[in-house]
């Protein structure tokens, strides 16, 4: 069964920064593109970055420059590095396997603080 626990995530003041990590278990994780999406309270889960298998990438407008995605397949986990954080970029965020059907994680929460 695929399982996607993500990690890193708290409470920081604006302008600082967070590393989130998600560690994937249970398939070939290097065959597959992993994503990280947000959700905010009373809005809808959006897209933040994606990787591809060939390590790929692509932002949100709201993000670039801020966040970089990066994935270690020798440790089946992918990171996502948060820097210079608006208190807009609070949300639970979600690891997720791109596929189909697509696998997620729990989440975890990020909040910033103005």
């Known amino acids: 069964q695929v399982q996607l626990v993500e990690s890193g995530g708290g409470l920081v003041q604006a302008g600082g920064s967070l590393r989130l990590s998600c560690a994937a278990s249970?398939?070939?994780?290097?065959?597959?593109?992993m994503g990280w999406y947000r959700q905010a309270p009373g809005k809808q889960r959006e897209l933040v970055a994606r990787?591809?298998?060939?390590?790929?990438?692509n932002y949100a407008d709201s993000v670039k420059g801020r966040f970089t995605i990066s994935r270690d397949n020798a440790k089946n986990t992918v990171h996502l590095q948060m820097n210079s954080l608006k208190p807009e970029d609070t949300g639970v965020y979600y690891c997720?396997?791109?596929?189909?059907?697509?696998?997620w994680g729990r989440g975890t929460q990020v909040t910033v603080s103005s």
């Open positions: 997720c396997r791109i596929s189909s059907p697509t696998y």
């Open positions: 990787i591809s298998s060939t390590g790929y990438t």
């Open positions: 249970d398939y070939i994780f290097s065959a597959f593109a």
